[in-house]
């Protein structure tokens, strides 16, 4: 005969495994709803304290949470009892530490919320919050130093730091202590350094102060990198700057308010400033600077019908006649299709136009005379294709251009 494979068990070790499979089921709802609290606990705090009450950390975000809502100066307020709560069963809880330094900071007790926050730095500095008040606390008592410091420490302990940092910071340097104080620590390469430079080079704040900034920056010998140079250059002339825009990109290129710059495209720059060479791509437009030391081009190629700018330089002429002379190779066009230069003010006044040749042969060069005239600051010299018929459309290749002070013969 088969044995009974059933196993009878006494009513004690029933309750015995009873007891285990309760025990699990509740370490599991307790495991299931503290990772579902953590999960939740910084876009909804109240929800993740119901979930998990007896979290301490969590408490002290929903303190922190409440008291940034409401900020209550009472001893005895909600958020206060909270911290204070959670500081029993976790003394490590930074988030707590700030509600009470806050409050005590609300209640007059100055002397407290130092004390307060300056164990909060000493347990974590990652904390923003212990940062802004440290930063606060500084400017408040004149301490610009210390106020920078707390700003670098800030910026190179939370990812989060730069965004809501660098507007302050970058407003700040307006003030020559700031900007000096500021460019000392940038002399010691924080992690933030470059990233701080690029956005302040976006003139977002004050293009004015970000130039000085840059330059003082410059002079001291930080490195700036071309690139933000370029951006800020194109920002002040965006706004209107042209006389900043022109000395700030004079201290690291080579210009003449007398001519125009790079006849021969020698220069091989990676990203240009409205005040050079600027080439123009678009739909049926293509054209690109082929830079070289011994002399490079312009090649560019238009589709059937469509005309636009091809290339085009900012300028910062002072009034008076102007001649200009070109180099062109491989156009063959009518007329009525072949490019032309033109010279136009920012105020939108047109100075001329100077028809470009064929050049069926060889190269051929050409010239031409502009004027500018009194309060017409900056103004724009593009090259312009006119739309076309032929079948192959426009193409040929631009190997000199300069626009310089004088006239026909001299």
Known sequence: MRKNRHIKRSSREWAFRGGIAIAAAICGYISVTSTLANAVVK???????????????????????????????????RPALLARDALRHDPTAVSALNVLGLQAQLS?????????????????????????WAIEDAVSRGDITGALQQYDIALRTSRRAPDVLFPTLAAAIAEPRIREGLIDILHTHPVWGEQFIGFVSQGQIDPISAELFLRAATKSGLEVPDSNRVILVNELIQRRQADRAWRYYTSFRKGDRHQSRDPAFKAAIKRPSLFDWVPHNSAGISASLQSGKQGGAVEFSVAPSVGGKLIEQRQMLYPGIYRFESTIEDLQQPERSRPYWTLVCQDGRDLGKINVPN????????????????????QTLTLIARPSDEIAGVFGRVKFARLYKGVAGD
Not at 108 to 132: C, E, M, P, V, W
């Open 43 to 77: 876009t909804d705090p109240t929800v993740a304290h119901s979930l998990s009450p007896f979290n301490w950390s969590i408490t002290a975000e929903l303190a922190a949470a409440e008291m940034t809502a409401k900020p209550d100066s009472r001893h005895d307020s």
């Open 108 to 132: 007059g007790d100055t002397q407290k919320a130092r004390s307060i926050f300056a164990y909060s730095l000493a347990l974590s500095r990652r904390n923003l919050q212990t940062h802004f």
């Open 359 to 378: 050049a069926e042969k060889g190269a051929v060069r050409f010239s031409g005379q502009f004027t500018v005239p009194d309060g017409c600051v900056m």
